[in-house]
Protein backbone atom coordinates (compact mmCIF):
# COMPACT_ATOMS: atom_id res chain seq x y z
CA UNK A 1 0.00 0.00 0.00
CA UNK A 2 1.21 2.99 -1.04
CA UNK A 3 1.64 6.51 1.31
CA UNK A 4 -0.69 9.50 0.13
CA UNK A 5 0.92 11.93 -2.03
CA UNK A 6 0.03 15.76 -2.93
CA UNK A 7 -0.53 16.97 0.02
CA UNK A 8 -2.08 21.00 -1.22
CA UNK A 9 -4.28 21.81 -3.82
CA UNK A 10 -4.49 21.07 -7.04
CA UNK A 11 -6.65 23.57 -8.37
CA UNK A 12 -9.49 25.61 -7.09
CA UNK A 13 -13.41 23.92 -6.03
CA UNK A 14 -14.34 26.55 -8.56
CA UNK A 15 -12.52 25.51 -11.35
CA UNK A 16 -12.90 21.69 -10.73
CA UNK A 17 -15.02 20.23 -13.27
CA UNK A 18 -15.23 16.58 -10.90
CA UNK A 19 -17.66 18.83 -8.62
CA UNK A 20 -20.58 19.39 -10.83
CA UNK A 21 -20.91 15.90 -10.82
CA UNK A 22 -21.79 16.04 -7.18
CA UNK A 23 -23.64 17.78 -4.36
CA UNK A 24 -21.18 20.94 -4.53
CA UNK A 25 -22.71 21.54 -7.81
CA UNK A 26 -25.47 24.13 -6.68
CA UNK A 27 -23.07 25.55 -4.27
CA UNK A 28 -22.85 29.47 -3.77
CA UNK A 29 -19.70 31.34 -4.32
CA UNK A 30 -18.85 32.46 -0.99
CA UNK A 31 -19.40 28.75 0.33
CA UNK A 32 -17.21 27.83 -2.42
CA UNK A 33 -14.87 29.70 -1.38
CA UNK A 34 -15.19 28.48 2.03
CA UNK A 35 -14.82 25.02 0.68
CA UNK A 36 -11.54 25.97 -1.22
CA UNK A 37 -9.63 27.09 1.85
CA UNK A 38 -10.73 24.57 4.12
CA UNK A 39 -9.95 21.18 1.75
CA UNK A 40 -7.16 19.21 1.78
CA UNK A 41 -6.71 17.07 -1.34
CA UNK A 42 -4.04 13.47 -1.21
CA UNK A 43 -3.62 11.28 -3.84
CA UNK A 44 -3.92 7.57 -2.86
CA UNK A 45 -2.52 4.30 -4.27
CA UNK A 46 -5.01 1.11 -4.41
CA UNK A 47 -5.77 -0.36 -0.88
CA UNK A 48 -5.68 2.78 0.82
CA UNK A 49 -8.35 3.30 3.27
CA UNK A 50 -10.12 6.23 3.89
CA UNK A 51 -11.99 5.92 6.95
CA UNK A 52 -13.03 3.08 8.42
CA UNK A 53 -15.97 1.92 10.31
CA UNK A 54 -16.82 2.55 13.38
CA UNK A 55 -14.03 5.60 13.80
CA UNK A 56 -14.89 8.94 14.84
CA UNK A 57 -16.02 11.25 11.76
CA UNK A 58 -13.88 14.16 11.28
CA UNK A 59 -14.06 14.79 7.70
CA UNK A 60 -16.33 13.82 4.02
CA UNK A 61 -14.16 13.04 1.65
CA UNK A 62 -14.81 14.27 -1.94
CA UNK A 63 -13.63 11.96 -4.64
CA UNK A 64 -11.37 13.43 -7.51
CA UNK A 65 -10.28 10.31 -9.57
CA UNK A 66 -10.51 6.50 -8.75
CA UNK A 67 -12.82 4.30 -7.40
CA UNK A 68 -13.53 3.84 -3.95
CA UNK A 69 -15.25 0.56 -2.32
CA UNK A 70 -17.47 1.10 0.35
CA UNK A 71 -18.06 -1.68 2.62
CA UNK A 72 -19.40 -2.92 6.12
CA UNK A 73 -19.03 -6.16 7.85
CA UNK A 74 -21.86 -8.27 8.50
CA UNK A 75 -22.97 -10.36 11.97
CA UNK A 76 -20.83 -12.92 11.08
CA UNK A 77 -17.74 -10.67 10.36
CA UNK A 78 -17.87 -11.13 6.77
CA UNK A 79 -17.10 -7.67 4.59
CA UNK A 80 -19.89 -6.81 2.42
CA UNK A 81 -19.52 -4.04 -0.20
CA UNK A 82 -22.63 -1.65 0.20
CA UNK A 83 -21.74 -0.05 -3.21
CA UNK A 84 -18.78 2.15 -5.44
CA UNK A 85 -17.66 5.64 -5.33
CA UNK A 86 -16.47 7.22 -8.15
CA UNK A 87 -15.53 10.89 -9.47
CA UNK A 88 -18.16 13.18 -7.82
CA UNK A 89 -19.13 11.03 -5.06
CA UNK A 90 -18.79 12.58 -1.75
CA UNK A 91 -18.05 10.13 1.67
CA UNK A 92 -19.19 9.97 4.95
CA UNK A 93 -21.99 12.57 4.75
CA UNK A 94 -24.26 10.45 6.95
CA UNK A 95 -21.75 10.70 9.11
CA UNK A 96 -21.35 14.31 9.32
CA UNK A 97 -24.57 15.22 9.78
CA UNK A 98 -25.35 12.83 12.75
CA UNK A 99 -21.75 13.18 14.46
CA UNK A 100 -21.75 9.18 15.14
CA UNK A 101 -18.84 7.62 13.97
CA UNK A 102 -18.77 5.98 10.38
CA UNK A 103 -20.62 2.89 9.44
CA UNK A 104 -18.53 1.64 7.01
CA UNK A 105 -15.06 1.47 5.66
CA UNK A 106 -14.22 3.72 2.25
CA UNK A 107 -11.41 1.53 0.58
CA UNK A 108 -9.45 2.96 -2.92
CA UNK A 109 -9.63 -0.06 -5.56
CA UNK A 110 -7.68 1.97 -8.33
CA UNK A 111 -5.43 4.89 -7.71
CA UNK A 112 -7.03 8.36 -7.40
CA UNK A 113 -7.39 11.79 -5.78
CA UNK A 114 -9.41 12.81 -3.30
CA UNK A 115 -10.66 15.75 -1.02
CA UNK A 116 -10.77 15.94 2.91
CA UNK A 117 -12.92 18.69 3.58
CA UNK A 118 -13.36 19.03 7.69
CA UNK A 119 -17.20 18.74 9.60
CA UNK A 120 -17.66 21.95 10.12
CA UNK A 121 -17.08 23.74 6.95
CA UNK A 122 -19.50 21.01 5.61
CA UNK A 123 -21.84 21.54 7.68
CA UNK A 124 -21.71 25.18 7.19
CA UNK A 125 -21.76 24.93 3.39
CA UNK A 126 -25.30 23.06 3.66
CA UNK A 127 -26.42 26.29 6.05
CA UNK A 128 -25.22 28.64 3.63
CA UNK A 129 -26.48 26.76 0.51
CA UNK A 130 -30.25 25.60 0.08
CA UNK A 131 -29.26 24.05 -3.14
CA UNK A 132 -25.95 21.93 -1.55
CA UNK A 133 -28.80 20.70 1.32
CA UNK A 134 -31.45 19.77 -1.31
CA UNK A 135 -28.57 17.87 -3.25
CA UNK A 136 -27.19 16.04 0.10
CA UNK A 137 -31.02 14.75 1.21
CA UNK A 138 -31.39 13.76 -2.46
CA UNK A 139 -28.33 11.63 -2.28
CA UNK A 140 -29.16 10.29 1.00
CA UNK A 141 -32.76 9.66 -0.27
CA UNK A 142 -30.77 7.35 -3.09
CA UNK A 143 -29.04 5.66 -0.85
CA UNK A 144 -31.58 4.47 1.32
CA UNK A 145 -33.74 3.28 -1.63
CA UNK A 146 -30.62 1.41 -2.67
CA UNK A 147 -30.54 -0.56 0.34
CA UNK A 148 -33.93 -1.10 0.49
CA UNK A 149 -33.77 -3.21 -2.64
CA UNK A 150 -30.70 -4.56 -1.50
CA UNK A 151 -32.23 -6.04 1.57
CA UNK A 152 -34.88 -7.59 -0.99
CA UNK A 153 -32.05 -9.12 -3.06
CA UNK A 154 -30.42 -11.05 -0.59
CA UNK A 155 -33.43 -12.25 1.23
CA UNK A 156 -35.18 -13.74 -2.07
CA UNK A 157 -32.63 -14.15 -4.26
CA UNK A 158 -30.23 -17.22 -4.96
CA UNK A 159 -26.54 -16.97 -5.05
CA UNK A 160 -26.93 -17.04 -8.25
CA UNK A 161 -29.59 -14.29 -8.97
CA UNK A 162 -27.61 -12.08 -6.84
CA UNK A 163 -24.60 -12.50 -8.88
CA UNK A 164 -26.51 -11.83 -12.37
CA UNK A 165 -28.32 -8.61 -10.68
CA UNK A 166 -24.51 -7.59 -9.63
CA UNK A 167 -23.09 -7.93 -12.90
CA UNK A 168 -25.83 -6.16 -14.50
CA UNK A 169 -25.91 -3.24 -11.72
CA UNK A 170 -21.99 -2.98 -12.90
CA UNK A 171 -22.58 -3.24 -16.59
CA UNK A 172 -24.97 -0.31 -16.75
CA UNK A 173 -23.19 1.61 -14.45
CA UNK A 174 -19.89 0.93 -15.66
CA UNK A 175 -20.44 -0.79 -18.52
CA UNK A 176 -18.74 -0.07 -22.20
CA UNK A 177 -19.93 -1.75 -25.54
CA UNK A 178 -17.58 -3.23 -27.88
CA UNK A 179 -18.71 -5.75 -30.46
CA UNK A 180 -18.68 -8.83 -28.79
CA UNK A 181 -20.63 -7.31 -26.27
CA UNK A 182 -20.83 -5.41 -22.67
CA UNK A 183 -17.14 -4.59 -21.05
CA UNK A 184 -17.69 -3.61 -17.36
CA UNK A 185 -15.16 -1.02 -17.28
CA UNK A 186 -13.49 -1.84 -14.02
CA UNK A 187 -11.08 -4.39 -12.62
CA UNK A 188 -12.45 -5.84 -9.23
CA UNK A 189 -10.98 -8.51 -8.20
CA UNK A 190 -12.73 -12.29 -7.38
CA UNK A 191 -13.23 -10.66 -3.77
CA UNK A 192 -14.44 -7.69 -4.28
CA UNK A 193 -17.11 -9.05 -6.26
CA UNK A 194 -18.37 -11.53 -3.80
CA UNK A 195 -18.27 -8.98 -1.23
CA UNK A 196 -21.10 -7.37 -3.46
CA UNK A 197 -22.91 -10.07 -4.11
CA UNK A 198 -22.84 -11.39 -0.16
CA UNK A 199 -21.15 -14.98 -0.47
CA UNK A 200 -17.75 -16.53 -0.33
CA UNK A 201 -15.04 -15.91 -2.58
CA UNK A 202 -14.77 -19.66 -3.83
CA UNK A 203 -18.47 -19.36 -4.25
CA UNK A 204 -18.25 -16.13 -6.13
CA UNK A 205 -15.66 -18.05 -8.26
CA UNK A 206 -17.45 -21.48 -8.88
CA UNK A 207 -20.41 -18.88 -10.28
CA UNK A 208 -18.31 -16.96 -12.57
CA UNK A 209 -17.26 -20.08 -13.94
CA UNK A 210 -20.52 -21.25 -14.75
CA UNK A 211 -21.48 -18.58 -16.41
CA UNK A 212 -18.18 -18.58 -18.05
CA UNK A 213 -19.37 -22.00 -19.40
CA UNK A 214 -22.54 -20.88 -20.24
CA UNK A 215 -21.12 -18.43 -22.99
CA UNK A 216 -22.86 -15.49 -20.87
CA UNK A 217 -19.72 -13.98 -19.88
CA UNK A 218 -16.30 -14.11 -20.32
CA UNK A 219 -13.01 -13.00 -18.45
CA UNK A 220 -9.89 -11.90 -18.89
CA UNK A 221 -7.54 -11.51 -15.33
CA UNK A 222 -9.70 -8.99 -13.61
CA UNK A 223 -11.71 -7.52 -16.87
CA UNK A 224 -15.70 -9.14 -17.38
CA UNK A 225 -16.95 -9.08 -20.51
CA UNK A 226 -21.13 -10.06 -20.56
CA UNK A 227 -21.47 -11.88 -23.66
CA UNK A 228 -25.66 -11.83 -23.33
CA UNK A 229 -26.88 -9.55 -20.99
CA UNK A 230 -30.17 -10.66 -21.87
CA UNK A 231 -29.86 -14.43 -21.11
CA UNK A 232 -28.24 -12.74 -18.02
CA UNK A 233 -31.22 -10.91 -17.44
CA UNK A 234 -33.30 -14.08 -17.54
CA UNK A 235 -30.83 -15.74 -14.81
CA UNK A 236 -31.34 -12.60 -12.41
CA UNK A 237 -35.61 -12.89 -12.74
CA UNK A 238 -35.50 -9.41 -14.85
CA UNK A 239 -38.42 -9.25 -17.28
CA UNK A 240 -37.49 -6.31 -19.27
CA UNK A 241 -34.72 -6.63 -22.14
CA UNK A 242 -31.55 -5.14 -20.95
CA UNK A 243 -30.57 -2.01 -22.08
CA UNK A 244 -27.61 0.03 -20.75
Known sequence: ????????????????????????????????????????THHYGRGHVLHYEGNPVATVVCIRSGRVKVHSCTPRDRPHILYLAGPGDVLGVESALTGRHHASTAEMIEDGSVCHIDRGTFLRTLDQSPAALRSVTKLLAEQLLRSEAERAELAGGSVGERMALTLLSLARKYGEPTENGIRIGLTLSRDDIAEMVGTTPETAIRQLSELRREGIIATRGRVILIEHPTRLARLARIQERFVL
Do not use: Y
Open 1 to 40: MRRPTGNGKLESCEACMTRLKGVFACVSAPALADLDHAKV
